[in-house]
């Protein structure tokens, strides 16, 4: 099947600095992908959508100056997390949709973010 | 704006029993997803129901979908512990929606 490789795992940061997260698509090409964060106990909840060449769509509420998404590539999606703080805290995951439609999303592993 | 709601949101089960988790959609959808997440991890793909009526099974878990009633069920058939997890649903219209998810423990 269809790999997402998201990394890293697990990061740890002081208050203040950016953490920059990666979402590649290691098979196939993905014009769509989704950044998810979930917090503990809790649903996914859709940051923004990220399209290859074009800007990022981000979900009512989402801070698009805080979290920076490019997607620079037909595999490579990107989540920076800038000026991070300690409510940023969080399990981040992206999604990729296979060019041409589909019917499957893939997920990445995941990234735990803890800002000290 | 599309609304995904599952229940329960917890489900305390005994092995060998039977039972089933509800997932309700609030517009029309192309497809709906039910995935399992395990602690600590990401989603792991269960089933993918494209139409009205559609009904999958693997192992000890069934999925249907009723598009008409914007409902789709997710049967666990004589649980047995190792399909503790968190189970979601989610609908897609131009992005996914999960529901809040179904904690599911399966005591001995």
């Known amino acids: 099947g269809a790999v997402v490789s998201q990394h890293p795992s697990r990061v740890i940061c002081k208050s203040g600095t950016s953490v920059k997260i990666e979402c590649r698509s290691l098979d196939f090409q993905a014009t769509t992908m989704f950044w998810y964060r979930q917090f503990p106990k809790q649903s996914l909840m859709l940051m923004a959508t990220?399209?290859?060449?074009?800007?990022?769509?981000?979900e009512q509420g989402v801070e698009k100056d805080k979290f920076l998404i490019n997607h620079a590539s037909l595999t490579l999606s990107t989540l920076t997390v800038t000026s991070a703080h300690p409510e940023d805290s969080s399990f981040y995951i992206c999604?990729?949709?296979?060019?041409?439609?589909?019917?499957?999303?893939?997920f990445g592993s995941g990234t735990q973010l803890s800002v000290l | 704006e599309l609304k995904v709601e599952q229940n329960p949101l917890f489900l305390s089960m005994q092995e060998g029993k039977n039972y089933t988790i509800y997932c309700n959609y609030s517009t029309t959808s192309d497809r709906l997803y039910w995935y399992r997440q395990d602690p600590g991890k990401s989603l792991e793909s269960l089933f993918v129901?494209?139409?009205?009526?559609a009904v999958k099974q693997e192992g000890r878990l069934m999925a249907s979908l009723d598009t008409k009633a914007r409902l789709s069920t997710l049967h666990i058939t004589a649980a047995v512990h190792d399909l503790s997890a968190t189970y979601f649903c989610?609908?897609?219209?131009?992005?996914?929606?999960f529901g809040q998810g179904t904690e599911l423990s399966v005591k001995p």
């Open positions: 989610a609908v897609i219209k131009g992005k996914l929606i």
């Open positions: 999604s990729a949709r296979v060019s041409g439609g589909g019917e499957k999303l893939f």
């Open positions: 990220s399209n290859e060449g074009s800007k990022a769509t981000y």
């Open positions: 129901l494209l139409s009205n009526g």
